[in-house]
């Protein structure tokens, strides 16, 4: 029997799929000063293309083993690392161009943040400590000649103490929400927007991106967390032009006022119990309407609408 009746047999065949090792940890150490750097971060390369042999008969003679994959990531780095977009530019590259079997594939990253220790108030030359507001990422996928590029960060935890309302909104027999004419606005912003094309400052856009999501954050007056995250969309949009649209996940942080009353105390809007769970989730795409839809560059970043 062959592979393409085996695969038509039954009706039933091999459907879309992928493989590769997940979440190689790299920490890479450039030492070419007493001056050291250093980059961290989490990587994932998994390949797409002729591996159905493979999956129908245990024919591995396509198959690139994932600690193949993995070994790349590390023997990559020693060249240098650069952003993490052009790290896996440089990886998806390399698997479609050497490897025959392979037509495209998914990489991803994820960036961790280190900042220099002061001493006497001088920053060290060679130890650090873990910092940074968020985990910034990114995402590569390739599917023959078409390369999409999706930059992100997950964890931009905000918070504005005032200058937010929630009210007017549908009520039911079920409502006991109150209206609320100043409150606390907290969410941890996750948020990922896909390039137009591969060629870009992506770590000067990184911060771009990041510096106009949290300035609108703070400036616009809010009456509702879905009007914030659209209008933090809109403003990366209208100040980046290569960028084609930005997807969202935003909880809503909820911060109740706590009655103290019994105690004999009031609370005029300064004390606040922090619940955790439930919470209020918002999620939105912010597009050009003349964007047209790429399902297969967002297939591997989850979670969004």
């Known amino acids: 029997m062959t592979s393409g009746e085996l695969l038509n047999s039954d009706n039933i065949v091999l459907g879309a799929n992928q493989y590769g090792k997940a979440e190689c940890r790299l920490v890479k150490v450039t030492r070419d000063s007493e001056r050291h750097e250093i980059e961290d971060l989490s990587i994932t390369s998994q390949l ?15 198959c690139l083993p994932t600690d193949t994959q993995k070994n790349t990531v590390y023997a990559f780095a020693r060249d240098g690392v650069g952003s993490p977009e052009d790290f896996l530019l440089r990886l998806g590259r390399h698997f479609t161009a050497n490897v025959d079997a392979v037509s495209g594939g998914h990489w991803a990253a994820e960036q961790y943040q280190w900042q220099r220790i002061s001493v006497n108030n001088e920053p060290h030359n060679h130890a650090f400590v873990r910092s940074g507001q968020e985990t910034r990422t990114a995402n590569v996928t390739v599917d023959g000649d078409n390369i999409w590029v999706i930059s992100g960060l997950t964890n ?3 918070l504005k103490s005032t200058g937010s309302e929630f009210h007017g909104f549908q009520r039911d027999k079920y409502t006991t929400l109150p209206d609320a004419h100043d409150r606390i606005l907290a969410t941890s912003v996750t948020a990922h927007w896909r390039y ?26 809010s009456l509702a967390l879905q009007q914030t995250l659209y209008a933090m969309g809109k403003a990366v949009l209208e100040a980046c ?26 609370n005029p809007n300064e004390v606040f119990f922090a619940a955790d769970r439930p919470y209020g989730l918002i999620e939105a795409t912010v597009q050009r309407e003349s964007t047209r839809p790429t399902p297969l560059a967002w297939t591997s970043v989850t979670g969004f609408c």
């Not at 797409?48 to 396509?62: I, M, T, W």
């Not at 000067?204 to 949290?214: A, D, N, P, W």
């Not at 930005?246 to 103290?260: A, E, G, T, W, Y």
């Open 48 to 62: 797409r293309g002729d591996f159905a042999d493979v999956h129908l008969y245990g024919d591995n003679a396509h």
């Open 156 to 158: 931009l935890v905000v």
């Open 196 to 221: 137009l094309n591969e060629k870009q400052d992506f770590n000067g856009m990184y911060e771009k991106v990041k510096s106009i999501l949290l300035a609108t954050f703070a400036n616009l007056h």
């Open 241 to 266: 032009p290569d960028i084609a649209e930005i997807k969202f996940s935003m909880p809503n942080k909820h911060h109740f006022n706590v009655d103290l009353g019994t105690f004999g105390l009031d």
